[in-house]
């Protein structure tokens, strides 16, 4: 079993929806990080958290401690966000994060 | 600079030969780590490097040799790999792998094929 568990596995939307991914994890963590793989490899780290909620343009993501879970949502979705969006933890006094499976998103226009 | 950078980009070799996979950051981070990742996988901690000394090595094969000759340096040295050690390989750093809230920075990583 996954310590990190993230749905869906696939998603594809139409340009302009409402996208939420979830993350859901089962120890306990200092931050959750977003971040966001393009086919090709490099990795962009998009928030960073530790308690309630970050907004950046489009991407909001929030995160509930006590019921170990976090949602990115992509508001008003556009082709180029189409990619793997990954969720990782770190847990306590670790220097190792541990990675969800990822969520392919396909924007199609 | 908040750039973390890796070459080669794609490297095919044998399984009897030697080479080296380097990365680089300048934004005095002082903890850089390795991670392999397989195709449709996330990626896997294969080291972590903290004031340029090893701190975490995550149970990863000898054929693996990480070396960091310096704080803004970082080497995977590869030899006599398997097949199944072709994946792309990326590289990040952060502050200095102390504090809880830090962010990694992630280089393009390196695409490895081993024949």
């Known amino acids: 079993k996954n310590e990190v568990e993230q749905s869906p596995q696939n998603l594809t939307a139409q340009e302009g929806e409402f996208i939420t991914i979830n993350c859901s994890y089962s120890?306990?963590?200092?931050?959750l990080h977003w971040l966001q793989q393009h086919p090709g490899g490099g990795i962009v780290s998009l928030f960073m958290?530790?308690?309630g909620k970050k907004k950046h343009g489009r991407l909001i993501a929030t995160i509930n401690i006590q019921e170990k879970h976090s949602s990115l949502h992509i508001t008003a979705s556009h082709p180029r966000d189409s990619a793997v969006y990954i969720c990782?933890?770190?847990?306590?006094?670790?220097?190792?994060?541990?990675f969800g499976t990822g969520t392919s998103l396909t924007v199609i226009p | 600079d908040t750039e973390v950078t890796q070459t080669p980009k794609h490297l095919v070799m044998g399984m009897t030969n030697k080479k080296s996979l380097k990365c680089e950051q300048h934004?005095?981070?002082?903890?850089m780590y390795w991670y392999k990742q397989k195709a449709k996988k996330p990626p896997e901690l294969m080291f972590v490097?903290?004031?340029?000394?090893?701190?975490i090595n995550e149970s990863v094969p000898s054929r693996f040799s990480p070396e960091c000759p310096n704080s803004s340096l970082l080497n995977l040295h590869l030899h006599a790999l398997q097949p199944e050690d072709s994946a792309l390989y990326l590289c990040?750093?952060?502050?200095?792998?102390?504090?809880?809230?830090?962010?990694?920075?992630f280089g393009p990583g390196t695409r490895l094929l081993v024949l």
């Open positions: 934004m005095g981070h002082r903890a």
């Open positions: 490097y903290s004031y340029e000394k090893l701190s």
């Open positions: 990782a933890v770190r847990l306590f006094n670790h220097d190792q994060f541990y």
């Open positions: 958290l530790s308690s």
């Open positions: 120890v306990g963590i200092s931050a």
């Open positions: 990040a750093s952060s502050q200095d792998g102390s504090t809880y809230q830090e962010t990694q920075y």
